[in-house]
């Protein structure tokens, strides 16, 4: 029944291409390999495929075959299929050192993989100098990031940090891919690029399997490549002049902010960063969730897209409605009440034991 479900809306809203790449998604989830561990992220109660990274590449690679023949070029070509090609280096490498560590059943060591993020970023901005972070806006960090240096190492700190928030937020269907929707929508709407408008078609296609199934996760590719394709855009971005700062931590709250808290938490408790968190406030409102929905699906599926709507639907509807432009400071007060919100609901979901059953 769900298969039909998906099917029958993938192929309304895209036609025969959304129909393959769902036939595609759900025999991927029938294969014995990349399988993920149940209630590894403390939230899942299913069997289900960590091979998402890989059905989103599908998705997108579709999205863009479909779109170029029929034309669509976009408004403006940039570059090569409309993104620099340093955002697609960096992004197939970081997903594939994720797709490794999918395949190989979580046998690469955090440290292995922390060193490998930072040499993938280290070679990337060494090639690529555009992409550095030297502006923000701000006058007392630009002062800084302007000795000799600072900004490269400002830069690669930040992108594999981010990196690593970004795979940390993946904690239920929806979230993480929610939330990139939220930007390639965005940013393709800013530069008109047909790799953005293809990351938007395919993402969207990958949701309406993930949300609706709850079988086939993003996995550390997907988190990975997501990942590393949001920060190097936004960086990208920021050189362009598209938008400013206070934007891009409005727009990406969630992953930043609940992955430092999550950091704060461990040093203090004196864990090591390295370990598994489940005291994430998606685990606390799943649990929320859990308690008032009996499908375990819907449970997981209505924390990750009420968290991307309740995060960065902050940025989307400010964008939508032409609210406040993406180069305002104004974003810093949005910011701030999205820290407002997010501090309210955890302690809410801390001290309430739920709604009754």
């Known amino acids: 029944?769900?298969?039909?479900?998906?099917?029958?809306?993938?192929?309304?809203?895209?036609?025969?291409?959304?129909?393959?790449?769902?036939?595609?998604?759900?025999?991927?989830?029938?294969?014995?390999?990349?399988?993920?561990?149940?209630?590894?992220?403390?939230?899942?109660?299913?069997h289900a495929s960590r091979l998402g990274g890989v059905a989103l590449a599908i998705c997108i690679t579709f999205s863009m075959i479909h779109l170029i023949s029929i034309g669509h070029r976009g408004t403006n070509s940039l570059s090569y299929l409309g993104i620099s090609w340093p955002v697609w280096l960096g992004s197939i490498a970081c997903f594939f050192l994720g797709l490794f560590e999918d395949l190989s059943n979580d046998r690469l060591s955090p440290r292995f993989r922390l060193c490998g993020q930072f040499f993938i970023f280290l070679c990337l901005f060494l090639v690529a100098p555009d992409l550095v972070l030297l502006s923000t806006g701000l006058p007392w960090m630009d002062a800084i990031l302007s000795y000799s240096g600072i900004g490269f190492y400002v830069s690669v700190f930040f992108s594999v940090g981010f990196l690593n928030a970004a795979n940390s937020s993946d904690g239920a269907n929806g979230l993480l891919s929610g939330i990139f929707a939220i930007t390639a929508y965005i940013f393709a709407s800013e530069l008109g690029t047909i790799a953005l408008y293809s990351g938007f078609y395919g993402i969207c296609l990958f949701l309406i399997f993930n949300v609706t199934s709850g079988r086939l996760f993003l996995g550390d590719s997907g988190a990975y490549g997501i990942g590393a394709a949001m920060v190097?855009?936004?960086?990208?971005?920021?050189?362009?002049?598209?938008?400013?700062?206070?934007?891009?931590?409005?727009?990406?709250?969630?992953?930043?902010?609940?992955?430092?808290?999550?950091?704060?938490?461990?040093?203090?408790?004196?864990?090591?960063?390295?370990?598994?968190?489940?005291?994430?406030?998606?685990?606390?409102?799943?649990?929320?969730?859990?308690?008032?929905?009996?499908?375990?699906?819907?449970?997981?599926?209505?924390?990750?897209?009420?968290?991307?709507?309740?995060?960065?639907?902050?940025?989307?509807?400010?964008?939508?409605?032409?609210?406040?432009?993406?180069?305002?400071?104004?974003?810093?007060?949005?910011?701030?009440?999205?820290?407002?919100?997010?501090?309210?609901?955890?302690?809410?979901?801390?001290?309430?034991?739920?709604?009754?059953?």
């Open 1 to 46: 029944m769900k298969v039909t479900i998906i099917s029958v809306t993938a192929t309304v809203f895209f036609g025969y291409i959304g129909l393959i790449v769902t036939m595609i998604m759900h025999w991927m989830t029938r294969q014995h390999y990349g399988s993920d561990a149940v209630e590894k992220h403390g939230i899942s109660k299913l």
């Open 232 to 357: 190097l855009i936004a960086l990208g971005s920021l050189e362009l002049g598209v938008v400013g700062l206070p934007f891009l931590a409005s727009l990406y709250f969630y992953p930043c902010v609940d992955f430092s808290i999550s950091l704060a938490r461990r040093i203090i408790s004196r864990s090591p960063i390295t370990k598994p968190d489940n005291k994430h406030l998606h685990n606390s409102i799943h649990i929320y969730f859990s308690e008032l929905f009996e499908s375990k699906t819907l449970a997981n599926s209505a924390t990750g897209i009420s968290i991307a709507l309740g995060s960065s639907g902050f940025a989307l509807i400010g964008y939508m409605g032409n609210i406040i432009p993406l180069t305002s400071s104004d974003w810093w007060l949005v910011f701030c009440a999205q820290c407002i919100i997010y501090t309210l609901v955890f302690i809410a979901l801390r001290y309430s034991k739920g709604p009754s059953t």
